[in-house]
């Protein structure tokens, strides 16, 4: 049996099928075999990689070596990428066979004979000839292993995927090239774009869900490196909890667990913890996580956290109870968060960590003082907080460069996360804030919000009422009114209405909750006229140009240019339009009127989120949350 099994619970028998079809030196290799794993694809990935390196390393010294490699149509998006990774791979394996070997066969040229010489190029002949050629100096046998095989049919031509499906046929070598997809469908699923089934069927062999002792067996198998990290940052957690020797207080003290817990957890105890811990964590997110992968990612990130009260010497490993209530809400944010990729496994498990420190300082500092101890344990306590001052001054020299550095990797990460936004210009950048507030604002409030008049704008700070702006510009009429008043606005009648954990009434009906709602183009233009008005009227001047000179008076442009006008103009201009549609094929706007039906007016919905507003936003130096309508419980910073 291959050495693979212990590494892959519950595999067994799939791993003796694929080696007993692929692993016999003396029987021909089948044309193309599909592995089939609707749950994890990557896990059977890494399965096969275990099965062919074990195989490879026995034929080395067979008449007939085993050469194989792995593509996938993510990262070999088009035929030219595909066949270099394949030949690539291939000529690799065939020169370390021929330093093995040292043998006349070793003086031929990777390359092919040199009296059979010819140009290369990218074309399927090539690559099936360049294949046949390199099988021809030695006599191997080529597996070639296609990742996310699904993938194949959007991304590969139609001529070229199904050529490896009779590869072997092709390049005239049956028996020797066996090709392996691995996929999350069936093969009935693999038709052509003309909608026909490929004739050229490949074995198939079904993996299922694994059942749970088997997924705790493969959880059990990362114990070993958790258990380096565990102890490896016990004095870190201690001193930013300040439960070390050298900074904990007297009062703090006599609270801490003295057995089984920070630094005192044995091997074994720290095991058996684990392992009821994987068995709570696979019952709780089982429905919601079926890669083996993602599971062991999620566990392995959920348990820094969960230790952190052990570490703290708030609790011992005998306090599963305690633990499971203080780390409760880890179960669920790492599904709502880390599963959907909001954030990534690191930049999770460092956030999470640092909260459950700072939680369990917090708890600790608000515990009561247990009772008077017996005189042995006051005189070990009196003992421990009698620390050397020079560690006390390197522990809390080592706390201050850890924070420092703490802050610039936050920094750092912040930076990383606006770096990640999509870049618009300037029109654009207003398009999707006039569409998110198009979305989530009601359109009985555009009069208040975004209403302009010529005679408030104009550059005369005392012709009317209003508030000034700067440069004398004035608020429209429902623009002047204090910071923040309005937000909230009037609430319906009928507003569904509960009382959150403050005491406060908060409105479930509110569109936030509700989602983004569809709005007319007309309304986009006019909202997107009003903002880039109010919040970028230094543009003007560089689309002054776009008014004819000659035509002043039919456009109501005056000698000191009127920028209500200007914009009206430039709202409704062909650029627009086609910034419309780059918005819409980058999928930050979503058409929801028929495409078919031009009579009727044409709606759009936003498809961005708040964080993604706010951050170009502020690019722009735009205040977002003024302009936004009972966004929150509180305001912006609301849900």
């Keep these: 049996m291959s050495a693979a099994v212990p590494k892959h619970a519950g595999r067994s028998d799939q791993i003796g099928a694929v080696t007993s079809l692929l692993g016999e030196a003396g029987q021909p290799l089948p044309p ?124 590969w031509p139609e001529h070229v995927w199904t050529a490896f499906c009779r590869l072997a046929l092709l390049v005239g070598k049956p028996g020797k090239i066996a090709t392996v997809f691995i996929s999350t469908l069936p093969w009935a699923q693999y038709r052509t774009p003309s909608g026909l089934t490929v004739s050229h069927r490949p074995i198939t062999l079904r993996f299922p869900r694994l059942t749970r002792p088997d997924v705790l067996s493969l959880l059990a198998l990362d114990f070993p490196l958790l258990w380096k990290s565990y102890d490896s940052s016990v004095q870190a957690a201690q001193m930013h909890a300040g439960t070390s020797n050298a900074l904990c207080k007297r009062a703090t003290l006599a609270k801490l667990k003295k057995a089984n817990s920070g630094d005192q957890v044995s091997q074994d105890a720290l095991r058996v913890l684990y392992e009821q811990f ?136 912040s930076h990383a996360t606006m770096s990640l936004m999509p870049s618009l210009a300037l029109i654009p950048t207003f398009l999707v804030i006039a569409s998110f507030l198009a979305s989530y604002n009601p359109s009985r409030l555009d009069v208040r919000y975004f209403l302009r008049d010529d005679s408030l704008l104009s550059l005369s700070s005392g012709a009317s009422k209003g508030k000034s702006l700067k440069g004398g510009r004035k608020l429209g009429p429902g623009r002047g009114r204090k910071a923040g008043a309005g937000r909230r606005g009037r609430s319906a009648k009928s507003a569904l209405r509960v009382t959150n954990e403050d005491g406060q009434t908060e409105n479930l009906n509110r569109q936030q909750l509700l989602g983004p709602k569809p709005f007319p183009i007309d309304r986009l233009l006019s909202i997107f006229q009003a903002l880039i008005t109010e919040s970028a009227p230094e543009m003007s001047l560089v689309y002054s140009s776009l008014i004819p000179e000659n035509d002043l008076s039919a456009s109501n442009v005056d000698a000191s240019g009127d920028r209500s006008t200007l914009w009206e103009y430039r709202s409704k201009s062909l650029s627009v339009y086609s910034q419309i549609n780059n918005l819409v094929s980058r999928r930050m706007l979503v058409r929801t009127s028929a495409q078919d039906k031009l009579g009727t007016s044409i709606n759009f919905r936003t498809n961005v989120s708040y964080s993604v507003v706010a951050v170009l936003a502020k690019r722009v130096r735009f205040d977002l949350d003024e302009w936004l309508w009972d966004w929150g419980a509180s305001g912006a910073g609301g849900i």
Excluded at 71 to 89: A, E, M
Excluded at 325 to 338: A, P
Excluded at 364 to 387: F, G, H, M
Aim: net charge negative.
């Design 32 to 155: 193309s075999l599909l592995l089939q794993d609707a749950c994890s694809p990557n896990t059977t990935a890494r399965l096969v990689s275990d099965v062919l390196d074990d195989l490879a390393s026995a034929s080395q010294d067979s008449p007939h070596p085993l050469c194989w490699c792995t593509v996938s149509p993510l990262t070999s998006i088009n035929p030219t990428t595909l066949f270099r990774s394949v030949l690539t791979s291939l000529e690799h394996s065939i020169q370390q066979v021929h330093d093995r070997t040292r043998t006349d066969t070793a003086k031929a040229v990777a390359s092919g004979s040199r009296g059979n010489f010819r140009r290369p190029d990218t074309s399927l002949d090539y690559f099936l000839w360049k294949l046949g050629t390199l099988l021809d100096t030695v006599d191997a046998r080529l597996i070639v292993v296609i990742k996310d095989a699904e993938r194949i049919r959007d991304l």
């Design 278 to 413: 994987v068995g709570v964590f696979y019952d709780s997110i089982k429905s919601n996580v079926r890669d083996i992968e993602e599971l062991r990612t999620m566990s392995a990130a959920v348990w820094h956290s969960f230790v952190v009260p052990v570490q703290t010497r708030e609790c011992s490993t005998a306090d599963l109870q305690t633990l499971l209530l203080v780390s409760s809400h880890l179960f669920r944010d790492v599904i709502v968060r880390l599963q959907t990729r909001e954030v990534g496994p690191r930049e999770w498990t460092q956030e999470a960590r640092i909260r459950s420190i700072q939680a369990s300082a917090a708890r600790l500092a608000a515990a009561k003082a247990p009772q008077a101890a017996s005189t042995t344990e006051q005189a070990e306590d009196e003992d421990a907080s009698i620390v050397d001052e020079e560690r006390k001054f390197d522990e809390e020299e080592w706390l201050e460069r850890e924070m420092a550095a703490l802050d610039r990797m936050r920094s750092a990460s």
